[in-house]
């Protein structure tokens, strides 16, 4: 890149929930002259800065395409993942893990200066009994029983080996909670609870209790703030894997209060079974491995990001859950496939 102009950009993944808040934050940001979007399907999305084009990363073929699209990049982005069909770990690993592959080996063949890889708390190892945030150098291997976290975890050991052989590439891992947005809501619901969940159902005047696990403790943030967490890694000199969190922790009695729900405790081992038999069924897409999975996760301290990218979120963990339950209640969404919903945010 001259001096004179700015960074060439390429996101993949960029019509899904990350996707669209970063190619926004893109468009404010002043040392970015230009993004191209790359995603499965094109999106009737209109930006100023970007540009769009198809790919699909599962499929052998598509590399020629895929290198041409990034032999000019100045940074890539990757943040394509596929949580789905969770029926058919074969189907997700073809295109999570050996799609990511193949965008590694174009960024390194075209000797891409920054790649900027979408990581997750499900990356980690199951967090500590104390229960105690943890920092980057927490163990990174992931819940062995659920496809998602073996395949972040997988690709945690790919970015080692990647490192170590392209030294020249900086290399950035963001290891967020969970994402939320009003804009993301319908898509989310699809994907762990099913079409047959009606928005409508999640009102206060309808969810007098709301029953839980024990122990259920997570931690959210808002999507634009991950994306500005992105951006900021892509114009400032760093390396190595961010936390992403949001204060305060979540847990039952949070999530009633957000509902005005009075909490009641289920024995995990009982919300286990109902969604193993809805999961059989095919009536609840989020597999009970990954129930376990979620109950194990650790939390996140988030010193780094706020030190190093000089970083803090503008959305409390609560606005942001709160702006996904109001996204489901309005079946919210955005103009690309995977975000489509009954109202376009």
Same mark, same amino acid.
């Given at each position: 890149?001259?001096?004179?102009?700015?960074?060439?950009?390429?996101?993949?993944?960029?019509?899904?929930?990350?996707?669209?808040?970063?190619?926004?934050?893109?468009?404010?940001?002043?040392?970015?002259?230009?993004?191209?979007?790359?995603?499965?399907?094109?999106? #009737?999305? *209109?930006?100023? $800065?970007?540009?769009?084009?198809? !790919?699909?990363?599962?499929? &052998?073929? /598509?590399? +020629?395409?895929?290198?041409?699209?990034?032999?000019?990049?100045?940074?890539?982005?990757?943040?394509?993942?596929?949580?789905?069909?969770?029926?058919?770990?074969?189907?997700?690993?073809?295109?999570?893990?050996?799609?990511?592959?193949?965008?590694?080996?174009?960024?390194?063949?075209?000797?891409?200066?920054?790649?900027?890889?979408?990581?997750?708390?499900?990356?980690?190892?199951?967090?500590?009994?104390?229960?105690?945030?943890?920092?980057?150098?927490?163990?990174?291997?992931?819940?062995?029983?659920? #496809?998602? *976290?073996?395949? $972040?975890?997988?690709?945690?050991? !790919?970015?080692?080996?990647? &490192?170590? /052989?392209? +030294?020249?590439?900086?290399?950035?891992?963001?290891?967020?909670?969970?994402?939320?947005?009003?804009?993301?809501?319908?898509?989310?619901?699809?994907?762990?609870?099913?079409?047959?969940?009606?928005?409508?159902?999640?009102?206060?005047?309808?969810?007098?209790?709301?029953?839980?696990?024990?122990?259920?403790?997570?931690?959210?943030?808002?999507?634009?703030?991950?994306?500005?967490?992105?951006?900021?890694?892509?114009?400032?000199?760093?390396?190595?894997?961010?936390?992403?969190?949001?204060?305060?922790?979540?847990?039952?009695?949070?999530?009633?209060?957000?509902?005005?729900?009075?909490?009641?405790?289920?024995?995990?081992?009982?919300?286990?079974?109902?969604?193993?038999?809805g999961w059989k069924m095919r009536v609840v897409?989020?597999?009970?491995?990954?129930?376990?999975?979620?109950?194990?996760?650790?939390?996140?301290?988030?010193?780094?990001?706020?030190?190093?990218?000089?970083?803090?979120?503008?959305?409390?963990?609560?606005?942001?859950?709160?702006?996904?339950?109001?996204?489901?209640?309005?079946?919210?969404?955005?103009?690309?496939?995977?975000?489509?919903?009954?109202?376009?945010?």
């Amino acid at each position: 890149m001259k001096a004179s102009e700015g960074l060439k950009v390429v996101v993949t993944g960029a019509t899904g929930n990350v996707g669209t808040s970063l190619v926004r934050a893109l468009e404010r940001e002043e040392r970015v002259s230009s993004v191209l979007g790359l995603a499965r399907r094109r999106p #009737a999305l *209109t930006l100023s $800065k970007t540009e769009w084009a198809e !790919v699909d990363l599962s499929l &052998e073929g /598509d590399e +020629p395409r895929l290198a041409q699209y990034i032999e000019d990049a100045d940074a890539v982005v990757h943040l394509a993942w596929r949580f789905q069909p969770t029926h058919d770990p074969v189907e997700t690993w073809r295109a999570n893990v050996l799609g990511s592959l193949r965008v590694f080996d174009a960024v390194a063949a075209a000797r891409v200066p920054v790649l900027v890889c979408a990581s997750s708390v499900g990356a980690y190892s199951p967090g500590p009994a104390s229960g105690a945030a943890v920092s980057e150098s927490w163990p990174t291997h992931g819940w062995p029983g659920a #496809a998602y *976290t073996r395949e $972040k975890a997988y690709l945690e050991r !790919v970015l080692d080996t990647f &490192e170590r /052989d392209h +030294p020249t590439t900086r290399v950035v891992r963001m290891r967020p909670s969970f994402l939320f947005k009003e804009e993301s809501a319908s898509e989310q619901r699809r994907i762990f609870a099913g079409r047959f969940l009606p928005g409508g159902l999640v009102r206060p005047d309808l969810l007098p209790l709301l029953p839980g696990p024990d122990g259920l403790r997570f931690q959210a943030l808002h999507t634009d703030d991950a994306a500005d967490a992105y951006r900021r890694a892509l114009v400032r000199d760093v390396r190595g894997a961010f936390n992403l969190a949001a204060e305060p922790v979540i847990d039952m009695p949070t999530l009633a209060s957000l509902l005005d729900a009075r909490p009641v405790k289920v024995p995990s081992g009982a919300v286990r079974g109902l969604l193993a038999t809805g999961w059989k069924m095919r009536v609840v897409p989020a597999s009970p491995d990954l129930f376990d999975a979620v109950l194990r996760l650790p939390l996140l301290s988030t010193d780094r990001a706020r030190r190093e990218l000089d970083w803090t979120p503008a959305a409390t963990s609560l606005e942001a859950f709160g702006a996904f339950l109001r996204g489901v209640r309005a079946g919210r969404g955005d103009a690309t496939a995977p975000l489509a919903g009954r109202r376009v945010g």
